[in-house]
């Protein structure tokens, strides 16, 4: 979830070519000033969701389509269980092999797991209007400003 958790926050600051502008934010991610790694499966995953949605520049990210791109990549990335609820473990493992420092690893799943704790019960991945992942995209999206950005 950590790629997911940056690349949330980043995505609110079609075809490869057209995602390329996408790709190029993701791969540029950092946090504290440590390169953010993105495999090319959650890449593929992030790029899949960015066009079904319409996204093909930082243009065409908003606000208004934040809720629905935080809910395909966790459908996509299986993180919701047969009722459509979130895997809370599931998502804070994800970022177990992530190359950035312990202690901010453990800083991130505490923010993380807070926003979760708050707003994942009532995100469900059946909610095609993506209303009911509003407040998760905005607290993520604040956790990851409050966490990652340089001192």
Same mark, same amino acid.
């Given at each position: 979830?950590?790629?997911?958790? /940056?690349i949330y926050?980043?995505?609110?600051?079609?075809?490869?070519?057209c995602?390329?502008?996408?790709?190029k934010?993701?791969?540029?991610a950092?946090?504290?000033?440590h390169d953010i790694?993105?495999?090319? $499966?959650?890449?593929?995953?992030i790029?899949e %969701?960015a066009s @079904?949605l319409?996204?093909?520049?930082?243009?065409?990210?908003?606000?208004e389509?934040?809720?629905? *791109?935080?809910?395909?990549?966790? #459908?996509?990335?299986?993180l /919701?269980?047969?009722?459509?609820?979130?895997? !809370? @473990?599931k998502?804070?493992d994800?970022?177990k092999?992530s190359?950035l420092p312990?202690?901010? !690893? $453990?800083?991130?799943?505490?923010?993380?797991?807070?926003?979760?704790d708050?707003?994942?019960p009532?995100a !469900?991945?059946?909610?095609?209007s %993506?209303?009911? *992942?509003e407040?998760?995209?905005? %607290?993520?999206?604040?956790?990851?400003?409050?966490? %990652?950005? #340089?001192?």
């Amino acid at each position: 979830m950590l790629h997911n958790f /940056v690349i949330y926050a980043l995505v609110l600051i079609s075809t490869v070519r057209c995602s390329e502008e996408i790709k190029k934010a993701v791969d540029d991610a950092t946090c504290k000033g440590h390169d953010i790694d993105v495999s090319e $499966e959650d890449m593929g995953v992030i790029l899949e %969701c960015a066009s @079904e949605l319409g996204m093909k520049s930082k243009n065409d990210i908003n606000m208004e389509k934040m809720p629905c *791109f935080s809910r395909c990549l966790i #459908e996509k990335q299986g993180l /919701v269980d047969h009722d459509g609820n979130l895997h !809370k @473990e599931k998502i804070l493992d994800l970022d177990k092999d992530s190359n950035l420092p312990q202690a901010l !690893k $453990e800083d991130i799943r505490k923010h993380l797991g807070a926003c979760l704790d708050e707003h994942g019960p009532t995100a !469900k991945a059946d909610d095609k209007s %993506c209303k009911s *992942f509003e407040p998760l995209t905005v %607290c993520i999206h604040k956790a990851y400003l409050h966490v %990652c950005a #340089e001192a």
